[in-house]
């Protein structure tokens, strides 16, 4: 369990703009390809690849309040089509109103699988999410996350449609932990 913590933390690291190849902090604070790195700690080339086929980058324009940003999400448990992501991911303070307000316009965000950004760098291609019509029914553990705990800052959402070679990072007793 703690060595698929560590590696969870490690690929974390991927979702950076600018870092398309996915990248690990090493022993010496070195930036390295994330199988390079991932080799000299020991991580097979096989958890990798699940590595990069459960990661996504979250990424909203946010022109409306000015509050758009990218960070990064993950296909956990069984379900390829749900991921789970910070909720000021989708929902942040606006520059201009200094509410939480969603970051508009919310069905222009998106995400680019991990395997795709190792593939294709910044030509890979973007997944819109599924904006429900009412958006007070997105599973969001919190709408206000930057005043909340850090363990509310949780939301989960789902794929308009499913990406290819996606596969979602199986987790023990995932099944029991609530959003």
Known sequence: MRRLLTLLAFAALASLPGLSHAAIIGPTNDWKPLREGARQLGI????VDRILAAGLEVMCPGTVHDNGGVLNGWLLGGDSMSFYTNAHGIIDIGRMDHK??????????GVR?????AAHGAKAQ????????NRRQMELASFTPQSDSPTRDRARLRLLHAIAGARALALPDFGRIKL
């Open 44 to 47: 097979s080339s096989r958890m």
């Open 113 to 117: 699988s991990y395997r795709d950004l």
């Open 100 to 109: 939480a307000n969603f970051i508009e316009p919310l069905d222009q965000c």
């Open 126 to 133: 973007p997944y819109p999410i599924a904006v429900p019509q």
